[in-house]
């Protein structure tokens, strides 16, 4: 490529009255501690708690950092060769040349825009991974992608960026997904003035190469950082990252030595652009856009692109998930250890002819981000180690399907399949609407840019949040027990969702070191149907949003037995209408008076939650029943940041009239055109307990500790007061 006369005036123009040299020479001494303002650094040590989740680590890679300290412990080399996966050389055509680029999403690129001006300059280009030496100094055989602007090609002059679609074959069937991707984070804190930064690069189109040290953070602006690492042509686009392998900043420019405003050559004479390129010029540092203003920019121009979901809703603790997944396929640490490569390869010799000495075989591995592996075939396709073991087994389930892992569904848009709770699931003339919100109108989270609007439609199931509880105030599902699937689960992957604000989500960094489970609220088996495999593996995915979930102790989550066969014993009751067919309502009872955790004490857990099953009964009568289950005394007995090994399996579920679950969270639940769903309830008329919430709600008991009048102590499901 011709040097960027645009690109290297604009850095020139930004640096103007900063003598970088001199900066440069100054800070060469210096540590962070020295460097960075007390803010600054604060903001730094946050970012890295909200990454590691351990306090412990993350005062220990603080103090590293800010002291400037050299030494790293070794496992930052494969950190590095996991963080250099995603990069990759760019061919280009028009004109002919090479840069660097990298992947931030699936099937999502990151250059210059002086790279890529227009979508036609990209058509034509080649996205090459795996051009690098091996450990042993030999040559890889690079991967070739081409790129498809007609899928998402977004430019910017202002911050110098594209971003292009990447096919997600290769011409000769590898997968894009093998390569992972560099999640950017968008909060700010990820370096600070005297850091140490790396860029992965191919330098003059060679092979990828790094320079470890020497790179040091000048100055941070608002667009841009200067730093002093070196670079050669072809390194436009490349990701630039802190001590940690976060990525900070894309590098799109130096800036150049002038003399009399005229650039400068390394031979101390003025630059002639006439005959002179870019490796003549004399830098005296480099500039990269900042990682937090792209990902700004990219929500701005493009807010509802599916493809960039991952760039939208990427947090530090969902970053450092995917990079740690997708570490154990690549350095050989859990998914890719010995035993599955053993099984592997003793599969691919089994049957054959004894060997009289050692042999060699090759196998093509496809790596998921998230860390899951599989066996490339013949023919292109994937086949997963677990679906392998499971297909040769004799004990497989027979519905496990060849193509397990299915993509997840990206379109959150109208016209796609997250068509939400149908009330009329039951059939036309049991229609169960959506609760009425009432007062709680007023405490809903709004849809982000269609004012008026709470209701978040998924596949199956819709709910509603709560603004200041973070949490849902209901979830609504239609469940067809009749086209359930009984599939294996792969790794849950929890999303934020992108059609409300991400601080109105609770994501990970709240479970982090405690004994909180993410609990569903529709359960993830309550969604695994559908009229296909794919259907009902994409629906039950569909779950894993943290809007669906609330604070379960992980004793109260996974034993919760009775809880979870409610609804199930209720569907039962339609088996001999051959409907099967069930609407279940969920949540959790968002009581003032809820406790805090002393980490985070802006946000309350709920001890509490409701569920009401509904059911087309033989006679085709509507019924209804409501539960609710108690989580408060695993809480009291185990506490929340203790790990526990001791048995619990005992809690206290009721089941109650709905017009007290009506008391209890403020909603209303209609029926048809104009009745009541508590009027299909057996236990209408019982009398459900008026007690006033208290500080630490106990109204499922009196004082004595007697279950209050209308509660129906639940041991087994025979209990339920069907008629």
Known sequence: MRIQRAQIEKARRRAAGLDLTRL???????????????????????????????????????????????????????????????????????????????????????????????????????????????????????????????????????????????????????????????????STGKAIEGEWLTIIQHPAGQPKQLCIRENQLLKRMDDVLWYSTDTLPGTSGAPVYNNTWQVVALHHSGVPDTKNGVMQTVDARDFDPGRDDESAVKW???????????????????????????????????????????????????????????????????????????????????????????????????????????????????ARPPEYNVPFDLNYGAGGARKGYDPVFLGPNFSVPLPDLGSLKSEATQLLGQKGKYVLDYRGYSLVMHAKRKLAIYTAANVNGGSRFKLGRPHDEWRYDPRIDRSAQIGDYYYAKNQFDRGHLTRYEDMEYGASVTDALQSAADTLHFTNCSMQHAKFNQTKALWQGLEQHVLEQSVKANTFAAQVLTGPVLDPGDPVWERFKDVQYPLRFWKIAV?????????????????????????????????????????????????????????????????????????????????????????????????????????????
């Open 24 to 186: 440069a020479d100054t800070s060469k001494d210096k540590t962070p501690q020295d460097l960075a303002p007390a803010d600054a650094q604060e903001n730094r040590r946050d970012l890295l708690a909200r990454t590691f989740g351990d306090t412990r680590q993350t005062e220990l890679v603080f103090e590293r950092l800010i002291a400037g300290n050299e030494l790293q412990p070794v496992n930052y080399l494969p950190h590095g060769i996991v963080a250099g996966r995603p990069v990759c050389r760019l061919t280009l055509t028009e004109p002919h040349g090479w840069a660097t680029g990298f992947l931030i999403a699936p099937g999502v690129l990151l250059t210059n825009n002086h790279v890529f001006p227009s979508a036609q300059s990209a058509r034509s280009a080649m996205a090459e991974f795996d051009l690098e030496l091996d450990v042993f100094d030999r040559l890889k055989t690079p991967v070739a992608f081409g790129l498809n602007p007609d899928r998402l090609f977004l430019t910017s002059t202002v911050l110098d960026y594209s971003v292009v679609a990447v096919e997600e074959r290769s011409a000769n069937g590898a997968s894009l997904d093998g390569f992972g991707y560099l999640p950017l984070i968008a």
């Open 284 to 398: 005296i540092a480099n500039e990269g856009i900042r990682v937090s203003r792209l990902v700004e920019d990219l929500k701005r121009a493009r807010p509802n692109e599916p493809m960039l979901e991952p760039v939208f809703n990427m947090t530090p603790e969902r970053a450092q998930s995917i990079i740690d997944g997708y570490a154990r396929a690549v350095i050989g640490q859990g998914a890719v250890a010995a035993s599955p490569i053993a099984s592997v390869v003793a599969t691919t010799l089994s049957g054959s002819k004894p060997a009289m000495g050692p042999r060699s075989i090759t196998i093509t591995l496809d790596i998921d981000d998230d860390g899951r592996v599989a066996v490339r075939q013949q023919d292109g396709a994937t086949e997963s180690f677990v679906d392998r073991q499971e297909r040769e087994s004799s004990t497989a389930p027979a």
């Open 615 to 723: 059911a087309v009964t033989s006679a085709q009568q509507l019924f209804a029943a409501g539960f609710i289950l108690d989580q408060s005394d695993v809480v009291d007995r185990y506490g929340i940041e203790a790990a526990v090994e001791v048995p619990f399996s005992e809690f206290k579920t009721y089941q109650v009239p709905i017009e007290e679950i009506e008391r209890l969270t403020g909603l209303t639940f209609p029926a048809g055109k104009s009745q009541a769903l508590q009027n299909f309830d057996p236990l209408k008329s019982g009398s459900s307990a008026r007690s006033t919430l208290s500080r630490r709600p106990r109204t499922t008991e009196s004082a004595s500790g007697e279950t209050l009048p209308g509660y129906v102590t639940l041991s087994t499901r025979d209990d339920i007061v069907l008629g």
